[in-house]
């Protein structure tokens, strides 16, 4: 239970870290966040999705995020399944942007 109240609050940490530190860092920790993310399962790709929004919204490049998915969750849901996966990302991201316009 706290690793999940964990993955929740990370987003809201990062999007802090975002507001006060350079866009370097915040990388950083957006890639850190993913390694977690790999840890917790089911939970660890959702929050990965989550850092991968929060990073779109900040205009943060998301390649390194993208390579991630092929790095972290290769051996838990194969090539096909990661690329799926930073695929939707990246598309869940995009409509959260231009819903909020």
Known sequence: MLRRTALVLAPCAIGALILSTDRQVVLLHLTTAAERAEQLGNAGIAGYVLCFVVATLMMIP????????????TR???LLGAITLAAVAKQVSGSVGFLLG
């Open 62 to 73: 998301t390649g390194p995020l993208e390579m991630a998915a092929g790095l972290l969750f």
């Open 76 to 78: 838990r849901l194969g």
